[in-house]
T-cell receptor
Framework: AQSVTQPDIHITVSEGASLELRCNYS??????LFWYVQSPGQGLQLLLK??????LVQGIKGFEAEFKRSQSSFNLRKPSVHWSDAAEYFC????????FGAGTRLTVKP | ETGVTQSPTHLIKTRGQQVTLRCSSQ?????VSWYQQALGQGPQFIFQ???????GRGNFPPRFSGLQFPNYSSELNVNALELDDSALYLC????????????????FGPGTRLTVL
């Protein structure tokens, strides 16, 4: 069965610092992988996705993620965090029945 | 291009009541998925509708049911509401080609916040 683990419940980084959010997945075949962001009281916005091809994926707002099949990981990165990046981040796997991780809450210190 | 819309925004019901939530899919999309997001958790897949039929279901009891209409809009119905049904309900639309092939990415609506007292 497919599943997603986000090991970090809450991360705090200083504005301007780099960011890496971890995601590990379990899936029988080549997965479709996604990162979404959710601001308080809002729906989900897609940051980036991986279906196939280049394992380094560029997304919106300066985010990128790298698919590593050997580690079953799809970590999200950003070189320099902005205060507006504070939100909840969800990693997801699958197609029809997308499975989400529990989320990582990002706090940005001034 | 109109995005995914959901109504109502907020809803308060009491235990045992029934509720209907509505979703209008994005223009050009033919598939609708529903998710339940409890406070502090990730969304959980309820079911998906494609060509007006259920096309996959998560681990939710039969009192969660749905419909998809010819214009691809959708309803989520929940009967015999329980306190644990309190959550944000998210609708997502996408396009799947008519051969039933791979689905394109899902676009989410803002959600309906349901509170069961």
């Amino acid at each position: 069965a497919q599943s997603v683990t986000q090991p970090d419940i809450h991360i705090t980084v200083s504005e301007g610092a780099s960011l890496e959010l971890r995601c590990n997945y379990s899936y029988g075949a080549t997965p479709y992988l996604f990162w979404y962001v959710q601001s308080p009281g809002q729906g989900l916005q897609l940051l980036l996705k991986y279906f196939s091809g280049d394992t380094l994926v560029q997304g919106i707002k300066g985010f990128e993620a790298e698919f590593k099949r050997s580690q079953s990981s799809f970590n999200l990165r950003k070189p320099s965090v902005h205060w507006s990046d504070a939100a909840e981040y969800f990693c997801a796997v699958g197609g029809n029945d997308m499975r989400f991780g529990a989320g990582t809450r990002l706090t940005v210190k001034p | 291009e109109t995005g995914v819309t959901q109504s109502p925004t907020h809803l308060i019901k009491t235990r045992g009541q029934q509720v209907t939530l509505r979703c209008s899919s994005q223009s050009g999309h033919n598939t609708v998925s529903w998710y339940q997001q409890a406070l502090g958790q990730g969304p959980q897949f309820i079911f998906q509708y494609y060509r007006e039929e259920e096309n996959g279901r998560g681990n939710f009891p039969p009192r969660f049911s749905g419909l998809q209409f010819p214009n691809y809009s959708s309803e989520l119905n929940v009967n015999a509401l329980e306190l644990d049904d309190s959550a944000l309900y998210l609708c997502a639309s996408s396009f799947r080609d008519w051969s039933g092939g791979a689905e394109d990415e899902q676009f989410f609506g803002p959600g309906t916040r349901l509170t069961v007292l």
